[in-house]
């Protein structure tokens, strides 16, 4: 026989699974906002690549660089001919 999940009646008289809880993906203790220390380093490492002259660029919605127009699966010349 297979195993049966709890339920619970809600507000409106129907019945509801009440399903367990599931792992964090990120894993135990782990959420996805950054500590102090790993706050302190990105931090450190935006400013360092401030100081080395990178520029952030603002592009408008829909604009497009020329790195774009190129696609990441053009066609290529594939493999060798098998020799008979």
Do not use: H
Not at 77 to 82: C, D, E, F, L
Request: glycine share 8%; charged share 35%; proline share 8%.
């Amino acid at each position: 026989m297979y195993p049966t999940l709890p339920t619970r009646r809600n507000n409106l008289g129907s019945v509801d699974v009440v399903r367990p809880p599931q792992p964090n993906p990120l894993g135990e203790g782990m959420s996805n906002k950054m500590t102090e220390r790993e706050r302190k380093e990105y931090e450190e490492q935006i400013a360092e690549f401030f100081r080395k002259g990178g520029v952030v660029t603002k592009c408008a919605t829909g604009e497009t660089s020329d790195i774009s127009e190129t696609s990441v699966w053009k066609k290529s010349a594939g493999r060798p001919k098998k020799k008979k």
